[in-house]
């Protein structure tokens, strides 16, 4: 890993992604703008300003594509978890511009016939671009509504995600709505072209990030499941080999999504980590009973096919700043963490282990034996929180523990509570931003 160390002031990975996500923003909303200002004008004031909101809302759909389209570059940099909480909050500046949109053109058109709102809304339901884009709001709302905290923690990952999927359906219905809207899709022979290259890029994207690339990969490699080792009585190791695996883009600290077909259904996925560095022969995840799927893991007969999504993640040693590291787990959350350690040149590394007994820790012999070759520290810091004086995570106990703190590179993975915790730690010791690296495994 140390030779990845990125010297101070040169820029980042992730500021590398970062700007080239705001440039390729910056130069379609000025595009966009140009657009507007070039054939915007409606036929009277509310539907101009109506179109505007319009032909932004296609652009803002365009960006939601390409933030769940899992693009390998914009992922190793930024991180999954990254990208779709960035996804979440476009979602709902969409769903509001897509509402605007469509009050001002009713609005618009009432004005312009001078009758209801109501009358205007029935007759423009009788217009096949206007009916499209109706739909297609529609959708949007639902799904911005089973997206809203209370309803989502309600509902089964599986029956959000699918109702989720309708978005597909919506972005498909605006891409016709604009079609069928010639004064924004063909006003010139630039905006046709702009808009035909944004859609099939965005699309393009997608399917190939989401849909080409999983299965292509599956086809390639052949993953089988090669052995179910438990680990203690609700923690199992399953080793999956294939075919070529030295091909497969895979690092430390990654996670792939996986699916065990004839196992669980094939819609019941995990993200789990690779709890040991892909070594080209073979893949390991290490998971906790937490729930079915992962729960009946053990049961994974040994010969069977799995299929793998991935490997995704910012969460690796592209992103060192700094030669020194501090590794900081909780519970499960050391898989990454102990893949990472077999990366992790002699030298000066700290683990951090956070569990409430010596029992709970998972992979513990395997962590103290790599830890020790390479000269580095461990500290296993048990019990429960609260019950010996300051929490171990206390940004005092943090300064005790690792005096040099902010001299190094720091990567943190464990439940999220632990991990606000230690974050909010690192914020009042100072270190700075570029050397704290933090990844949620997660799907939604």
């Given amino acids: 890993m140390a030779s990845n160390t990125v010297r101070r002031g040169t820029v980042t990975p992730v500021d590398a992604a970062r700007w080239a996500m705001w440039t390729f923003v910056i130069v379609n909303v000025v595009t966009v ?9 409606g036929k009277n004031g509310v539907l101009t300003v109506a179109k505007f909101f319009g032909l932004h809302a296609a652009l803002l759909m365009l960006c939601q594509l390409l933030l769940v389209a899992r693009l390998p570059w914009l992922d190793r940099r930024i991180g999954m ?4 909480v960035w996804h979440r909050w476009v979602g709902f500046l969409l769903l509001w511009t897509v509402l605007t949109h469509a009050t001002l053109v009713v609005l618009g058109y009432a ?9 205007t809304f029935v007759a423009l339901s009788g217009v096949v671009a206007s009916l499209l884009g109706m739909w297609a709001a529609a959708v949007i709302v639902v799904i911005a509504v089973i997206s809203t905290r209370p309803l989502r923690r309600r509902l089964r990952y599986e029956v959000w995600h699918g109702l989720h999927l309708l978005l597909y359906v919506a ?19 630039f905006a046709e072209a702009y808009w035909w290259i944004l859609w099939l890029f965005s699309f393009g994207a997608l ?5 080409a690339m999983p299965l292509w990969r599956n086809a390639y490699h052949q993953f089988r499941v090669a052995a179910v080792v438990p680990e203690s009585d609700n923690v199992v190791s399953v080793y999956v080999t294939g075919r070529h695996l030295d091909k497969l883009p895979a690092r430390a600290g990654q996670f792939c999504i996986w699916r065990f077909p004839g196992h669980n259904h ?24 937490v729930g079915s799927a992962s729960a009946g893991l053990r049961n994974v007969p040994v010969g069977s096919r799995a299929v793998v999504e991935g490997p995704y993640g910012a969460f690796t040693s592209l992103h060192r700043t700094r030669p020194g590291t501090l590794l900081i787990a909780g519970g499960v959350g050391i898989t990454p963490v102990r893949a990472m350690l077999e990366e992790e040149a002699p030298g000066d590394v700290i683990v951090l282990y956070r569990v409430r007994s010596e029992a709970d820790a998972v992979l513990l012999n395997e962590v103290r034996h790599l830890v020790a070759l390479r000269g580095g520290r461990l500290h296993l810091l048990t019990g429960r929180t609260g019950e010996s004086g300051t929490p171990p995570f206390d940004p005092g106990n943090l300064h005790r523990l690792v005096p040099d703190i902010t001299e190094r ?24 931003a570029r050397q704290v690296h933090a990844e949620k495994f997660g799907l939604a």
């Fill in 207 to 211: 399917l190939t990030g989401r849909v």
């Fill in 171 to 189: 972005l498909g219905l605006a891409f016709v709505h604009q079609l069928e809207e010639t004064t924004t899709f063909t006003s010139s022979a």
């Fill in 409 to 432: 590179d720091v990567y943190v993975c464990g439940p999220p509570a632990m991990t606000s915790t230690v974050l909010a730690g690192l914020r009042d010791l100072r270190v700075p």
């Fill in 33 to 41: 703008e140009a657009l507007f200002l070039s054939a915007g004008s």
């Fill in 81 to 84: 978890d990254r990208l779709t």
């Fill in 111 to 119: 004005t312009l016939d001078d009758t209801s709102m109501g009358k």
């Fill in 266 to 289: 094939w819609w019941l996925a995990n993200p789990f980590s690779l709890s040991a560095a892909p070594d080209g022969q073979g893949l390991r995840l290490t998971a906790k009973a």
